[in-house]
């Protein structure tokens, strides 16, 4: 109706200013077949939501807003065409496990057991992975146990770390040392409630991770002790979100943000393929110690033995890359998400695009 109108509204201008009015009215409509491209950057509102009939106001899979979203572009912005691009970000519905046990702590023996020594202590990373292979050797997908074992490190000193069994692997949670509790406050290596809990340690991530810097959207997963009374103490995980300036409680719902594109008929999702390195990719890079396949994942801490600057993660994702996607044209993106130990167990991403015969940073 709006091009009907304007069309009118020429028609009229040049039967009082042209010779030849069906000349410009042909001009007229041309001009207004020609491609109009734009280019937006966006957060989806409430509103959004509802025109997408979305009550929950997020997705359920990263395929349904794939699928979705170019409804709503079409909508929003109906004479762009070919070459157009969005880049839209929402809200996706990801929960994530929040696991709690007994803390059990080990012997003397039970460490000994390990180790083949009499110190009561392990001084070797892999010692508690022992430990855990040995004490439950078939274990079932999302067990979880919070352990206090002792660790020699040039000194003793006493470690709650929480493991829990995922996709074939034990994942470690490093608990809060003494020492960060009571930079908390807390007289004992505990919280008196979730509530203080929940009140300190949004605090207390800041200082946690100054020396690897998290960016907006970052999710940590952090487990604290609560004393229960009567010897008993547990262990909590909860997981936290970075906005870019502080730390909040997740409530399962992230950001995701994909980048779309009009191909002169319909909006589509960027060519970035996603994917997570498995365990026969750690394999794949090597299994002696200190290899990424010996812990599956790259030790990220500077100044260890192991440490994996960006500059060897990136090589490694290189070789990954072209073993499981031989052939990929030029251009290709990939969002590789990976495992690393900083001092707790993480998952980062990296983001690169195949240039010249090679996968390179985004």
Request: aromatic content about 16%.
């Amino acid at each position: 109706m709006k091009k009907i109108i304007y069309l009118i509204m020429a028609f009229t201008m040049v039967l009082t200013t042209s010779c030849d009015p069906m000349e410009d009215i042909h001009d007229a409509i041309d001009a207004q077949n020609e491609i109009i491209t734009g280019e937006i950057v966006f957060e989806m509102s409430d509103e959004d939501y509802d025109e997408l009939d979305l009550s929950y106001g997020n997705f359920s899979s990263i395929d349904d807003a794939k699928s979705m979203i170019p409804m709503l572009l079409a909508d929003k912005y109906p004479v762009w065409g070919d070459g157009s691009l969005a880049t839209v970000t929402f809200k996706l519905y990801n929960p994530l496990s929040s696991p709690s046990a007994d803390v059990y702590e080990l012997s003397d023996d039970e460490h000994n057991a390990i180790t083949g020594k009499t110190y009561g202590n392990f001084d070797r990373d892999y010692h508690i992975f022992n430990y855990l292979d040995a004490t439950y050797p078939t274990p079932n997908n999302g067990d979880f146990y919070s352990l206090r074992y002792r660790f020699y490190a040039g000194g003793e000193s006493t470690l709650t770390d929480g493991f829990l069994f995922e996709n074939g692997e034990w994942i470690r949670f490093a608990g809060f040392t003494e020492d960060e509790y009571k930079a908390m406050g807390e007289s004992y290596p505990n919280f008196s409630s979730h509530d203080e809990a929940a009140l300190k340690i949004p605090l207390a991530l800041p200082d946690i991770f100054k020396f690897s810097p998290k960016s907006a959207g970052d999710i940590v997963q952090a487990m604290y002790e609560l004393y229960k009374g009567g010897g008993v103490t547990k262990s909590y995980v909860n997981n936290y979100v970075f906005d870019g300036s502080t730390w909040s409680k997740y409530n399962n719902v992230s950001k995701e943000t994909i980048k779309f594109g009009h191909d002169g008929s319909v909006w589509v999702p960027d060519n970035t393929i996603k994917y997570t390195l498995t365990q026969a990719d750690y394999d794949s890079l090597g299994t002696e110690y200190g290899d990424p396949g010996y812990y599956n994942n790259f030790d990220v801490r500077e100044g260890n033995d192991n440490y994996e600057s960006p500059e060897s993660i990136l090589a490694y994702i290189n070789i990954v890359l072209f073993n499981n996607f031989p052939g990929m044209a030029e251009g290709q993106k990939f969002a590789i998400k990976y495992d690393v130990y900083s001092g707790a167990a993480e998952v980062w991403e990296m983001k690169v695009v195949l240039s010249g015969g090679a996968y390179v940073l985004q």
